[in-house]
Nanobody, 127 residues
Framework: QVQLVESGGGLVQAGGSLRLSCAAS????????MGWFRQAPGKEREFVAA????????KHADSVKGRFTISRDNAKNTVSLQMNSLKPEDTAVYYC????????????????????WGQGTQVTVSS
């Protein structure tokens, strides 16, 4: 089992940047592919980005491609999401998730492809 704790959310103006981090417990972090999802009020949780177990492959949603970048550091048990050129429509609670499956090979990626979830961190982008 793995426990996930997100950090780095906050309030930022449109065009600004934020970096989200997710710290994972346990000694088997590299056994999990990792992902980020987000959920805005009144909307379903949507896929943002995923990274393979050893970081060789990534996948980003079309809505964030070119603006967001997922990365991981297996030595530190962390996965990050660098978010640049933020837009008001990026406002949501962002969740970190872990999967035993190599989810970057799946199309499309759904939340039920993941086994463990963090509690979420709020990102608010003002116009």
């Amino acid at each position: 089992q793995v426990q996930l704790v997100e950090s780095g959310g906050g309030l930022v103006q449109a065009g600004g940047s934020l970096r989200l981090s997710c710290a994972a417990s346990g000694r088997t972090f590299s056994s999990y592919a990792m992902g980020w999802f987000r959920q805005a009020p009144g909307k379903e949780r949507e896929f943002v980005a995923a990274i393979s177990k050893y970081g060789r492959s990534t996948k980003h949603a079309d809505s964030v491609k070119g603006r967001f970048t997922i990365s991981r550091d297996n030595a530190k048990n962390t996965v990050s999401l660098q978010m640049n050129s933020l837009k008001p429509e990026d406002t949501a609670v962002y969740y970190c998730a872990a999967s035993r499956r190599e989810v970057v090979t799946i199309t499309p990626i759904h939340s039920n492809d993941f086994d463990y979830w963090g509690q979420g961190t709020q990102v608010t982008v003002s116009s």
